[in-house]
């Protein structure tokens, strides 16, 4: 292998294992049935979720029906600007819908 193919293996586990310790330390367990984005949310407002990728991406989320929030937030009303979470949702949703919320402790 490369050695900048190592590299890029190496930062890509690092990034993982954060992610599953950060979502451990909130005390969450996620389903391995859904995709993951990791971020801050920009809005809550209602039925719906925006949420911020450190490199800028938004992506917004309608609520699921039985939407599970876990973590330092365990409802979904007491969701709000500034918290960092971790969003489980199917790709084959159109629009997305987040199905799990964890909630990740303040840093």
């Known amino acids: 292998m490369h050695s900048s193919a190592r590299v890029v293996v190496s930062l890509i586990a ?7 310790a950060g979502a451990s330390a909130a005390d969450c367990s996620l389903s391995s049935e859904y995709r ?14 925006t949420l911020v990728q450190r490199g800028g991406d938004r992506v917004e989320f309608r609520r699921a029906s039985g939407v599970v929030v876990m973590g330092a937030k365990t409802e979904w ?31």
Not at 14 to 20: D, E, R
Not at 36 to 41: E, K, L
Not at 80 to 105: F, K, N, Y
């Open 14 to 20: 690092s990034v993982s294992i954060l992610l599953l």
């Open 36 to 49: 993951t984005m990791h971020g801050s949310v920009e809005l809550v407002d209602g039925g719906r979720l």
């Open 77 to 107: 009303a007491a969701l709000a600007t500034g918290d960092h979470a971790i969003v489980g949702w199917r790709i084959s949703d159109s629009p997305a819908v987040a199905h799990e919320v964890c909630v990740l402790p303040d840093s």
